[in-house]
């Protein structure tokens, strides 16, 4: 797809008529559902994967209406295979802590983000992001720290969920897990700042 048939897929959803979009999420994991089978080595875990990422997608280009990518199929295989990598790396937690999360993310929260918790070189570093995020995880509600915690235990596939936690289909239950996720780093990032201020470790 061109750069500037996407602006007008982008531009329609802006303005409130996602049926385009929703066609343009469609035909691109069709597309890309061999490849990210083939990465995951599962098509549940290549679906979790594509709504993640599209719903990253959405927030820059429909919400924040940043700069398109030339090749906007290639442009989302990239988020997806990244977040895929990320996560197994490390399983769940980097997920959480090494969130590029930007200033501009966080202003509706007023936090201030001191430069050195992106860096977390040092052994107290780390041992300081898994205290706050700790913390973090038991200010959550119920229903989110469910999700989250679902992710320590590999035996949990998400889909299994889906019924006893009252979502009428996978991909709110997804969303669902997006929004704990984002609700979490912010979390984490309070916390965080609050124990590095009183020199906690």
Same mark, same amino acid.
């Given at each position: $797809? ?8 982008? /531009? #329609? ?16 994991? =069709?597309?890309?559902?061999? =490849? ?5 080595? #599962? ?10 990422? $599209? ?14 990518? +030339? *090749? ?6 990239? $988020?997806?295979? *990244? ?20 200033? /501009? ?6 936090? @201030? ?5 992106? @860096? ?17 995880? !038991? @200010?959550?509600? /119920? ?8 992710? %320590? ?5 998400? =889909?299994? %969920?889906? +019924?006893?936690?009252?979502? #009428?289909?996978? @991909? ?21 700042? !609050?124990?590095? !201020? !009183?020199?906690?470790?």
């Amino acid at each position: $797809m061109t750069k500037i048939a996407l602006k007008k897929i982008i /531009d #329609s959803a802006a303005d409130g008529n996602e049926f385009p979009f929703n066609r343009f999420f469609e035909d691109t994991f =069709k597309t890309l559902l061999p =490849k990210l089978s083939y990465l995951t080595k #599962s098509e549940d875990s290549a679906k979790e994967v594509f709504m993640i990422s $599209m719903q990253k997608f959405w927030e820059r280009f429909v919400i924040n209406q940043e700069d398109l990518p +030339h *090749n906007s199929t290639g442009y989302i295989y990239m $988020m997806c295979r *990244n977040a895929w990598l990320l996560e197994k790396r490390q399983p769940w937690s980097a997920v959480i802590l090494n969130e590029n999360v930007t200033q /501009d993310a966080l202003k509706d929260t007023n936090y @201030q983000i001191d430069t050195e918790i992106n @860096q977390g070189t040092t052994a107290d570093d780390n041992l300081l992001k898994h205290k706050a995020l700790s913390i973090a995880i !038991n @200010q959550l509600c /119920d229903k989110c720290k469910k999700l989250i915690e679902a992710e %320590l235990d590999s035996q949990i596939k998400l =889909k299994d %969920l889906q +019924h006893d936690m009252g979502y #009428s289909n996978y @991909q709110a239950l997804v969303q669902a897990k997006y929004n704990c996720k984002k609700r979490l780093i912010k979390k984490v990032y309070e916390v965080l700042i !609050n124990l590095k !201020n !009183n020199n906690v470790i």
